[in-house]
Nanobody, 121 residues
Framework: QVTLMESGGGSVEAGGSLSLSCAAS????????MGWFRQAPGREREEVAT???????RYADSVKGRFTISKDSDKSTMNLQMNNLLPEDTAMYYC???????????????WGRGTQVTVSS
């Protein structure tokens, strides 16, 4: 059974930092692309960052220079370090896994339940 469990969300003031973690199990972590996505109320889900099996990373323009994605394949975990957070970063953040880092998130197979990030101004 595939499980993705996010942790580390919370509430911070603008300019602050949070670190999200995703613990994965039930699939071959090393062979998958891992990604962070977010969805704010009334808005579509958007890709935040992805890291593929070769550690190639991709970031949304809105988070470049502020967020850093990483993974530990030995522990089957993925992290998202978020610095200089802005109120517009407020959203539910989801961990996801797919064989390929498709730009269309609707085709990604595995999803966590999400962790809330709230940034106040």
């Amino acid at each position: 059974q595939v499980t993705l469990m996010e942790s580390g969300g919370g509430s911070v003031e603008a300019g602050g930092s949070l670190s999200l973690s995703c613990a994965a199990s039930g699939f071959s972590f090393r062979g998958y692309c891992m990604g962070w996505f977010r969805q704010a109320p009334g808005r579509e889900r958007e890709e935040v960052a992805t890291i593929d099996r070769d550690d190639y990373v991709r970031y949304a323009d809105s988070v470049k220079g502020r967020f850093t994605i990483s993974k530990d394949s030995d522990k089957s975990t993925m992290n998202l370090q978020m610095n200089n957070l802005l109120p517009e970063d407020t959203a539910m953040y989801y961990c996801a896994a797919e064989l390929v880092c498709y730009s269309d998130s609707s085709v990604w197979d595995y999803w966590g339940r999400g962790t809330q990030v709230t940034v106040s101004s």
